[in-house]
C-alpha cells in the first residue's frame, strides 16, 4: 500500500466533543451511533395471545409511554375471523403480547371494538395496558390504610405488591414515620405514586415483566446536562422526523418543601444563586427527611424555564440506538446541532405500507434552552 501523506492532523482529546489541540480539524465524537452511508434494518411484528399462544394477525400495532404514566398503552388492529375470534372468545382477564424487532411488551385487554364492512374481513381494535393494570382499577379494590410503624418509603411501597411482583427503586430511600403514611379508597398503583411522587420520582411499569420502576424524573438537574454523559448520542443522519415546539416558563432557582405534621422544611436552590425566585411551596405528608426534600425540588426547578419539546422519529435497531426510554438524557451529535435532552415519551409502531412493514420509534424531548444560551 501507498503512504498518502495528510498536511491535517486530527488530533483531540477525549471529552465532551474533544477539545481542539491546534494540528486540524476535530473529528472525535462522544461515544454513539456510527455516522453511515446507510443503516440496514429488518423489521418484523407479532401479536400473540398469551394463553393460548395463538398468533393474531394485525395490521397496525403500537405502544407508548410517558413520564406521567406508570403504564404502556399497547393498541393493535386485528383482522381475520379466527383472530377475531380467539379475542371474542377469550376468558377474562386477556392478555396480549406484542414484540416488535425483537423488544417485547405484554398487556392486559381494557376494550376492544368490532367493525366489519360489506365485501371486507372483520376487524376488532384492540387497547390494552401493561401488566401493571393488575394493580388499579378494575383489576384492584381500593382499600384504605394506616402505618402503625416507621419504614422506608421503600418498603411501604413494596407491601402494596402482589406475590410475585418485584419493584426496581432508583432513588434514594428514606425513613416514614406512621403517622405520616395513611390514606383512605386508593389501589396499589395509587399508593406506590404518591410514595415516588413525594420524592420527585416517576413510576414506570416494565414493558412484559411483572415490575415495577421508581425513577428520578430528574436524575441530574438541567443545568447540569452539560456536563453529564449521555445515555445515547444521536447523529442527525438516523432521525427520519424531527421537530420542536416552544414551551416558555419562568426560570425558578428555588423553592421550599416542608412536610405536613411531621418532617422537614428545606429550601431547595440552584447552587450559586440567592434564591430569588421561588417557586409554589411544596407540601407533602411524606417529606420526612432530606433526601425527598432534594428530589423534590430539583424536579420543581429542573421543570421551569426556556424550553422546547423536540419530537424525533429514527427506527428501532440496536446497531443504531436500540429503544429509548424515558429518563433517558440523549445528546443529539454536534454536526448542525448540538444540544441535549430528557425523553419524556417514547412510542413505537409498526403498520404495512404496500405490504412492507414499517417499524418506527418516536421520542419527545425535554430540551432546556439555557443550554445553548
Known amino acids: 500500500d501507498l503512504y498518502d501523506p495528510d498536511p491535517d492532523l486530527p488530533f483531540c482529546r477525549p471529552g465532551q466533543g474533544g477539545t481542539d489541540l491546534g494540528f486540524g480539524p476535530i473529528v472525535c465524537r462522544p461515544i454513539g451511533v456510527p455516522i453511515q452511508r446507510t443503516y440496514l434494518v429488518s423489521n418484523s411484528a407479532s401479536l400473540t395471545l398469551v394463553a393460548t399462544g395463538q398468533p393474531l394477525e394485525a395490521s397496525a400495532i403500537s405502544v407508548a409511554i410517558d413520564a406521567d404514566s406508570w403504564a404502556w398503552e399497547l393498541r393493535a388492529t386485528v383482522h381475520g375471523a379466527e383472530s377475531v375470534a380467539a379475542i371474542r372468545d377469550a376468558t377474562q382477564p386477556v392478555e396480549i403480547e406484542a414484540t416488535l424487532n425483537g423488544h417485547t411488551w405484554r398487556g392486559v385487554l381494557d376494550s376492544w371494538s368490532r367493525q366489519r364492512q360489506f365485501g371486507e374481513v372483520p376487524t376488532i381494535t384492540l387497547s390494552a395496558r401493561s401488566l401493571a393494570a393488575y394493580l388499579g382499577a378494575p383489576h384492584a379494590a381500593p382499600r384504605s390504610y394506616t402505618e402503625t410503624q416507621?419504614?422506608?418509603?421503600?418498603?411501604?411501597?413494596?407491601?402494596?405488591?402482589?406475590?410475585?411482583?418485584?419493584?426496581?427503586?432508583?432513588?434514594?430511600?428514606?425513613?416514614?414515620?406512621?403517622?405520616?403514611?395513611?390514606?383512605?379508597?386508593?389501589?396499589?398503583?395509587?399508593?406506590?405514586?404518591?410514595?415516588?411522587?413525594?420524592?420527585?420520582?416517576?413510576?414506570?411499569?416494565?414493558?412484559?415483566?411483572?415490575?415495577?420502576?421508581?425513577?428520578?424524573?430528574?436524575?441530574?438537574?438541567?443545568?447540569?446536562?452539560?456536563?453529564?454523559?449521555?445515555?445515547?448520542?444521536?447523529?442527525?443522519?438516523?432521525?427520519?422526523?424531527?421537530?420542536?415546539?416552544?414551551?416558555?416558563?419562568?426560570?425558578?432557582?428555588?423553592?421550599?418543601?416542608?412536610?405536613?405534621?411531621?418532617?422537614?422544611?428545606?429550601?431547595?436552590?440552584?447552587?450559586?444563586?440567592?434564591?430569588?425566585?421561588?417557586?409554589?411551596?411544596?407540601?407533602?405528608?411524606?417529606?420526612?427527611?432530606?433526601?425527598?426534600?432534594?428530589?423534590?425540588?430539583?424536579?420543581?426547578?429542573?421543570?421551569?424555564?426556556?424550553?422546547?419539546?423536540?419530537?424525533?422519529?429514527?427506527?428501532?435497531?440496536?446497531?443504531?440506538?436500540?429503544?429509548?426510554?424515558?429518563?433517558?438524557?440523549?445528546?443529539?451529535?454536534?454536526?448542525?446541532?448540538?444540544?441535549?435532552?430528557?425523553?419524556?415519551?417514547?412510542?413505537v409502531g409498526a403498520r404495512l405500507n404496500n405490504d412492507a412493514l414499517v417499524v418506527e420509534q418516536t421520542a419527545e424531548l425535554e430540551r432546556h434552552l439555557e443550554e445553548t444560551a
Not at 207 to 230: D, F, N, V
Not at 231 to 260: A, F, K, M, W
Not at 313 to 332: F, K, N, R, S
Open 150 to 347: 416507621t419504614r422506608t418509603a421503600q418498603q411501604l411501597a413494596e407491601q402494596e405488591l402482589p406475590l410475585g411482583w418485584t419493584l426496581d427503586w432508583q432513588i434514594d430511600d428514606w425513613l416514614i414515620e406512621p403517622e405520616a403514611w395513611h390514606y383512605t379508597n386508593r389501589t396499589p398503583i395509587e399508593a406506590i405514586t404518591a410514595i415516588a411522587s413525594a420524592a420527585g420520582a416517576v413510576v414506570q411499569a416494565h414493558p412484559s415483566q411483572p415490575r415495577l420502576i421508581i425513577a428520578p424524573r430528574y436524575s441530574a438537574p438541567h443545568w447540569a446536562w452539560a456536563g453529564t454523559t449521555p445515555s445515547v448520542t444521536l447523529p442527525l443522519d438516523v432521525l427520519t422526523r424531527l421537530g420542536s415546539e416552544y414551551r416558555p416558563s419562568d426560570p425558578l432557582n428555588g423553592v421550599y418543601v416542608s412536610g405536613e405534621t411531621t418532617g422537614v422544611l428545606a429550601l431547595v436552590k440552584r447552587t450559586g444563586t440567592a434564591a430569588d425566585r421561588l417557586g409554589e411551596m411544596i407540601v407533602d405528608p411524606l417529606i420526612t427527611r432530606q433526601a425527598p426534600a432534594r428530589g423534590r425540588g430539583i424536579a420543581v426547578l429542573s421543570a421551569s424555564g426556556e424550553q422546547t419539546r423536540e419530537s424525533l422519529a429514527l427506527p428501532v435497531a440496536t446497531d443504531i440506538a436500540g429503544l429509548l426510554a424515558t429518563g433517558q438524557l440523549v445528546h443529539i451529535d454536534p454536526e448542525g446541532s448540538d444540544w441535549r435532552g430528557l425523553v419524556r415519551a417514547v412510542s
